[in-house]
């Protein structure tokens, strides 16, 4: 059974940082694709970044691009999401979740593609 169990949120003021971090287990790590997603209230949920299984490979939104980077400890099977310069805009209840597919070759920000899911952590960004 994969888990996958984020940590890291918190209230952070505008222009801050904050480094969430997603324990996963369950399976070998290193094999699968990572991705975040976040959800704010009243909204759907939307793609974040996300790294593939080498960790040589990222992909961004076009919203958090050059303010968030994403990487990957396989050692220690463990995604993190690095955010910078926070905005009240970023603020959110942040997943992390894994694709089934072994060394996929896609990299993708489609909800739909990720079929394990973590609980969440909230991030609140004050103005």
């Known amino acids: 059974q994969v888990q996958l169990v984020e940590s890291g949120g918190g209230l952070v003021q505008a222009g801050g940082s904050l480094r969430l971090s997603c324990a996963a287990s369950?399976?070998?790590?290193?094999?699968?694709?990572m991705g975040w997603f976040r959800q704010a209230p009243g909204k759907e949920r939307e793609f974040v970044a996300a790294i593939n299984w080498s960790g040589y490979i990222t992909y961004y939104a076009d919203s958090v691009k050059g303010r968030f980077t994403i990487s990957r400890d396989n050692a220690k099977n463990t995604v993190y999401l690095e955010m910078n310069s926070l905005k009240p805009e970023d603020t959110a209840v942040y997943y992390c979740a894994t694709t089934t597919t072994y060394r996929d070759a896609v990299l993708t920000g489609t909800p739909s593609w990720y079929k394990y899911w973590g609980q969440g952590t909230q991030v609140t960004v004050a103005s």
């Open positions: 369950g399976r070998t790590f290193s094999n699968y694709n």
